[in-house]
């Protein structure tokens, strides 16, 4: 389980419209209430966007902790158009799964066996390479990738568990749960876009699960945390959690 608590208020920030042929944020209601923000694959492969992680200050080891701190760091140059906490963290704010950021391996593969959301076997990594290509892989089968040098990640965020595996809902998940939070994941969908959901009430595993198969269309999807880890920052639809978090994600834009 994640460690959160309140952040400072939000310094000045900085954005731009959403440019809808390439990327969005909407906030929905139905099946429940939930934002989402989606950006085409194929723009990542460009020089204008970029997805990446972001954890620690620049010559620092002090995590940055929240999206206003997170701004602050940006040159003037680029714009955060979106972001959501990556992944879970230990009381030290550090990533608990496999993290790779610009290449640079923070944190090993985690293929232990344990209690808590992230040993919800099967659980996963969303990972890029240099072009860009963004691919939610189980983790076992990530290892043997990484193994064989099939998978080269530039950046890279293991959680768990799993919600969509091969267009099948996790196998743990129970459709008559009774256990609601909030919750966060993304997915890697059919249409050719990636999608960062955080549910705006609380929602059990199966029905988050069923969000992204069914009415986002994601053959793979990932759980990200939930409860008071969940976070986003989507300023085109007047979000912004005051939260502290690990490893953040986010989609920059770079004007030239």
């Not at 959403?18 to 950006?39: E, G, I, M, R």
């Not at 390479?129 to 080269?152: M, Y």
């Amino acid at each position: 389980m994640a460690f959160s608590i309140s952040a400072c208020q939000p310094t000045g920030t900085h954005s731009t419209a959403p440019d809808t042929t390439n990327w969005s944020c909407q906030s929905q209601k139905l099946p429940f209430a939930y934002s989402v923000c989606h950006v085409k694959s194929e723009v990542l492969a460009g020089e204008r966007y970029s997805l990446q992680l972001f954890w620690q200050q620049a010559n620092s080891t002090q995590p940055l902790l929240s999206f206003d701190n997170l701004l602050t760091t940006l040159p003037a140059e680029q714009t955060l158009n979106f972001a959501m906490n990556a992944g879970m963290y230990n009381e030290n704010y550090a990533p608990i799964g496999y993290t790779v950021i610009k290449g640079k391996e923070i944190r090993a593969l985690n293929l232990k066996e344990g209690g808590g959301n992230f040993h919800l076997l099967p659980n996963g990594v969303m990972w890029w390479d240099k072009t860009g290509a963004v691919q939610i892989t189980e983790s076992n089968t990530l290892d043997e990738q990484l193994t064989s040098g099939q998978a080269q990640p530039w950046y890279a965020t293991q959680s768990g568990p799993m919600l969509v595996i091969n267009n099948e809902i996790h196998p743990q998940f129970n459709p008559h749960s009774t256990s609601i939070k909030l919750r966060n994941g993304a997915g890697v969908c059919s249409d050719g876009s990636i999608r960062f959901v955080n549910s705006d009430e609380p929602v059990t595993f199966y029905q988050f699960a069923a969000l992204f198969k069914d009415d986002l269309k994601c053959p793979n999807a990932l759980f990200l945390d939930g409860g008071i880890a969940s976070a986003l920052y989507a300023p085109s639809i007047d979000k912004h959690d005051k939260k502290e978090m690990g490893v953040i994600i986010g989609l920059i834009e770079t004007e030239k």
